[in-house]
């Protein structure tokens, strides 16, 4: 899979762009906000139709744009996906709100077809790398489900869909809990939300436990490696229920597919019935909160080395580490699910990492298609290196050989 081409309009910096993006490795070279990191989002964009570092989707339109009266951002992308080629187009459209402050709309296109957005995911895969992404170690559980859950859906489509009802009949069960909390009523409203969010949890917490039991292994035997094999690393999937009563979370299902293999075998059939089991035992005290505390939107992920916490007690160099572990595991799981090397978008790297680093993620380069790679000055990079690359220039939001 590899990029051809891509043309952007509005978008961050870029007031008008058209870009022929070369094959195998592309190392983009320019000053510090000059629409480096943009270029990269702007390409990570058709793999999740959503940003990796915006807040939110409206903050990717221009904001000279914000001055029209419907400011439209258009990103359009001809990519090559094993033998067949195909356009992908996607606009971000600002309804009338003054000065960017109405609704924003998705729009997307395969192939001059408009689709779901749902339906559109995993057609074209990436593998992004941030410098600032050590905070899906070091940060609260938020990134680490956000992270995981945006891996997923370039896989199984269906997941962001899924994930979507499920946060729509979550906000609805809390609605519903704070209106008993605070009016009475009569609970079994709740028998409704409950199967409701059981159904859709269940199958969200099942998926993400057959990921990682996948991953995982992909993400240790790459870490193992850049730890000059001393640090064999797991990763603990902590679910937001307690499956066994009287248990913490931690205790009744803890996952590291190098402990416990089997506890990806687990039917989604018994996760559903576990958990309307459980809001059924939390009900009452849910009312009082008036919040639903059970649920995968309290997912948690681990990432231990050698029995420590790395994103408690790791050092700035050992979670440096795991994140390269993170992302060189996802594009190698990505190739395996898909058939299909994803692009690899690397956001000043280099200049991040020590020597041996380096190497070893260059060498990871040779494993697919294409890489984009962004720096400062090309001189931090191996000469010899540089001979098999493509070299362009960016330069106030305009990038030329």
Known sequence: MYLRHISLTNFRTFQRLEVDVPEHVTVLVGNNAQ??????????????LTSVQAGKDRELINFTALEEEMPVARLVMDFKRGKADHKMEARLILGNGGNGGGRLRKEVLLDGIKRPLQHA????NSVVFLPQMTEIVEDGPDERRRYLDMTISQVYPG?????SEYNQALSQR????????????DAGQL???????AEKGSFIMRTRLQMLGEFEQQVSVVHL??????LPLTITYLPGFDRKNGQSAQDAFTFSAEKDADSCKISQEALKAAFVEKLQTVRKDEIQRGVTTQGPHRDELRFIANQIDMGTYGSRGQIRTVLMALKIGEMHWLREKTGEWPVLLLDETLAELDLAHRDALLHALGDCEQAILTATDASMFNPDFLKTCSILK??????FA
């Open 121 to 124: 995911l995993g057609n074209f």
């Open 191 to 197: 028998d409704f939300w409950d199967e409701r969010i």
């Open 394 to 399: 960016v330069e106030e939001g305009r990038i």
């Open 174 to 185: 809390n609605a519903l809990l704070k209106t008993l909390a605070e009016r009475g009523g």
């Open 225 to 230: 490696k850049l730890s000059e094999n001393k």
């Open 35 to 48: 629409g480096k990191t943009s270029f990269l989002e702007a390409i990570n964009f058709f793999s999740t």
């Open 159 to 163: 997941y962001a869909r899924e994930l």
